[in-house]
Each structure stands twice: as structure tokens, then as C-alpha cells.
């Protein structure tokens, strides 16, 4: 499927006759890699047209222009121009990027998708008058100049060639998605005290992918941890999620939906094995056992045993979609039983599920969406905690116990907010 087609029209592939259509059409293609329509557009009928609101530790930003508008936009920008902004962070007039684009994955991008970019950007978008939106930052942290420091320090020098799998081409292409265009890490691996990224590739440490957090959620390890990870994933199970939102193991929610509705469902499939062959070629972040299955759970469930606590509202609330063997339906509502999402450490992700409902995207493969009500309404703290820690604990999953504090702590923090938070 060529990258102009799977922008559904958003793409305007009309090429000046000086510009190469085929690179324009590869340009499109990389902006899906890259899944740029996501920050920068705040309205569908106008996309690219930026203005989405993004909540960082400092205060809100708002996403740019990237049509190529010449008041508004990126219609001055010169190659030159454009490359620094992208893989550097550094505006056109010099001063520095807030780290929410993620240039240090982003200076990875090759020469050749660079300029495929810009062609697709100047060539392939129709201008979209939009003023940008002054940054909802105080001062002093709204001055630019110490995130030049920031860069200095974080930032790697552009060094798009990524070779580190001992020749496995596959693997490669890959690593060079995953750490570049992809910008998985962004989301996927924890950051320091300074909001960095504690690694960029598996060159850097163990870090990498290791999970990290954004908008509440827990980004899970992409690692090969067998609970909490991708360890009992085979690459067949990591392309389809990336293709139709779910799999054998889990679906998507949250951030990660949009990501396979707006990116990843669009991208080849020869991409897609790439991806999921790197993923598969690192490690655990430590040893930790293997996911067997008990059936004692259900069998009491089955039996209508529901002495323990949780059990009963598991049987109410829960077991008509995911059922009491904890094994869900294939393809519609996912598994309980080896998902890394109930066994991660940090139970955010289940607990937002759980209080606010999550929604798995209708895609091209899988086009029928389904969605998991709220229960923070329905439910109690005690309710929840005892059926988080049931589901957390039963069918062979290995995770902690929480309790009614930690379900009332996060009542409090995931107030709705329209703002897309990131960092």
C-alpha cells in the first residue's frame, strides 16, 4: 500500500513537475512511519495543521504548523532548514525545540527518508493557514536557551546508519524503525531526571524499552520478559498487533490505539516483520519465570465458588467478555491469563482500563472496533482493588496485589483532561 493511499486522501500527492511524485509518495510513507499526523493535528478536516494541545512537566505545548503554508507553516523552510528542525531540534531562527518532538530518536532517520520527508511535506500537503499557538509555559522555564543545553547533552549527532545485529539484515531494518522513525522509545523507555531518555538503542544498556510512562498509562516493556513483556510473544503474535490492535495475548488502548489506527495498521508487512524480528532479538531485562497456566481460577469460578475476594465481581462485571478461564475470545475481547498489561508491575494501565474503559480501533484487517465500559462508576475503591488484585494474581499471572489507597490515589490523578500529555 503506497504511503499517499494510507494518508485516506490526507496526502495530496501532486508533485510539482521538478519533484519526483515517487518520492513524494515515499515522503507520505514516512510520515506514517513516523506517525506525524498524530501531534501535529488538532482537527481532522485540517491535518498537519498543528495546534494540539501536549501536557508536559513544564507546562503545555502546543503542536506547530508542518503544512507547507508560507505565514504559518513550514513553506519558507529550506531542506537545510527542515533536516535541523527534524533530526536536531533546532528551529529556523536557531532556538531549540522542546524535547516532546522526539528529535533524539528522530536523528536517526536516514538521508534518504529525509529528503523523501521534505518532499512529501512541501510537495504532497495542501497549505493550511493556522498561526501557531504561543507555549502555556511560565517564565522562567519558558526561556529556550537551556534546552540548547539539554540537546548538547541528550541529543546524539545525526547517525542514521544502524547496523548492530551482527548482519541480520532483517533485524536491521528493524532497529532501524524501532529506534528511528518509529521513535518507540519515546514512550516505551523510562526517562532520568531530566526527562531523558535513559537510552536510545540496546547499545545504551538495558534500559531500552524497558517500559516508561505517558498520560497515566504504563508503557509496557518491549523486552523479551516473559510476564511483563514481549517473552511469550512470537513475531507472528507482535506483527498482528501492530496490524489489526490485537492479538492472542492483548489489544490496544489508549495512546497505543492511535498509534495502529494512524500508523503502524498502514505500514508494509515486510516493515512489520522487521519490527517484530528486532523486537525478538532483545533480551529480558531480567530473568524472571515463565508463564504457566493454572487452571484452579476458573475451575472455581465454573464451579460458582466465589468465596475469594474480587471473585464475585470478576463473575458480575468481568467474565462475560473475558471469561472465567481468564482466556478471553480471540480477535474480540483479549485474554486476562499471560497478558503483560495485568502482569506489569506497575498496574496503571489495568487500573485506567478498569476506571475510564478503553476502546480496541476498527483497522483495515480487524475492521470492527469493540470497547470495555467505565466501572469507576459502578464500582467502589474496595470493589476495584479486589478484582484488579484477583485478575492480577489468578490463572497463572504473577503480579503484586493492590489496594483501596492505590485505587483512590488514581481515581484522583487520571481527572479527564483533553490535553494529550507526553514526557
Keep these: 500500500m503506497s504511503g499517499a493511499a494510507c494518508l485516506d486522501g490526507r496526502a495530496h500527492a501532486r508533485a510539482p513537475a521538478s519533484v519526483d511524485p515517487k518520492l513524494v509518495e515515499h515522503g507520505a510513507y514516512v510520515a506514517i512511519l513516523g506517525d506525524c499526523v498524530a501531534c501535529h493535528t488538532a482537527q481532522d478536516d485540517r491535518p498537519y495543521a498543528g495546534g494540539l494541545p501536549i501536557a508536559s512537566p513544564l507546562g503545555t505545548i502546543y503542536s506547530t504548523n508542518i503544512t507547507p503554508d508560507p505565514d504559518t507553516g513550514i513553506g519558507t523552510y529550506s531542506y537545510d532548514d527542515f533536516e535541523r528542525a527534524v533530526r536536531r531540534g533546532i528551529r ?30 512541501m510537495s504532497g ?11 502555556g509555559i511560565s517564565w522562567p522555564l519558558s526561556m529556550r536557551w537551556p534546552l540548547a543545553w539539554w540537546r548538547w547533552v541528550f541529543v546524539p549527532k545525526v547517525q542514521p ?31 532520568g531526571m531530566a526527562l531523558q531518555q535513559k537510552a536510545l538503542s540496546p547499545r545504551d544498556g538495558t534500559a531500552f524499552l524497558a517500559g516508561g510512562q505517558i498520560d497515566n498509562y504504563t508503557a509496557n516493556t ?11 510473544w512470537n513475531e507472528e503474535d507482535i506483527v498482528r498487533f501492530l496490524k489489526s490492535g490485537r492479538n492472542r495475548h492483548a489489544a490496544v488502548f489508549g495512546g497505543m490505539a492511535d498509534v495502529v489506527f ?24 531480567k530473568a524472571g519465570p515463565a508463564f504457566t497456566y493454572n487452571p484452579a481460577a476458573a475451575q472455581e469460578l465454573f464451579a460458582g465458588n466465589v468465596s475469594r475476594r474480587g ?54 484487517s480487524e475492521p470492527t472496533h469493540f470497547a470495555m465500559p467505565p466501572f469507576g462508576d459502578r464500582l467502589s475503591d474496595q470493589e476495584i482493588a479486589d478484582v484488579v488484585t484477583f485478575i492480577r494474581s489468578n490463572w497463572g499471572n504473577q503480579a503484586s496485589a493492590i489496594n ?4 483512590a490515589k488514581f481515581r484522583r490523578l487520571i481527572a479527564p483532561s483533553p490535553v494529550k500529555k507526553t514526557l
Excluded at 125 to 135: D, I, V, Y
Excluded at 177 to 186: D, F, Q, R
Excluded at 222 to 231: F, I, Q
Design 161 to 191: 546508519a544502524v547496523a548492530s545485529t551482527d548482519g541480520d539484515a532483517l533485524a536491521d531494518r528493524g532497529a532501524y524503525l524501532v529506534e528511528g522513525p518509529g521513535h518507540c522509545g519515546t514512550c516505551h523507555t523510562p526517562r
Design 222 to 232: 518491549l523486552r523479551g520478559d516473559d510476564l511483563s513483556g514481549l517473552g511469550s
Design 262 to 285: 494512524q500508523s503502524t495498521q498502514h505500514m508494509s508487512d515486510a516493515d512489520l516483520q522487521a519490527i517484530a524480528h528486532f523486537l525478538k532479538t532483545i533480551p529480558a531485562t
Design 404 to 407: 483501596t489507597e492505590d485505587v
Design 92 to 121: 529556523k531562527d536557531g532556538k531549540t525545540l522542546y524535547p516532546a518532538m522526539p528529535y533524539p530518536d528522530f536523528s536517526r532517520i536516514s538521508d534518504g527518508d529525509m529528503h523523501a520527508l521534505y518532499a512529501f511535506f
Design 311 to 364: 471473585a464475585r465481581t470478576y463473575i458480575d462485571n468481568c467474565a462475560a467478555c473475558h471469561r472465567t478461564s481468564g482466556k478471553g475470545y480471540d480477535d474480540t475481547f483479549p485474554a486476562l491469563a499471560n497478558n503483560p498489561v495485568v502482569n506489569a508491575a506497575d498496574p496503571s494501565s489495568l487500573l485506567h482500563l478498569v476506571l475510564i474503559g478503553g476502546t480496541i480501533p476498527s483497522t483495515v
Design 125 to 135: 500537503l495542501k497549505p493550511a493557514h493556522a498561526p501557531n499557538k504561543a507555549a
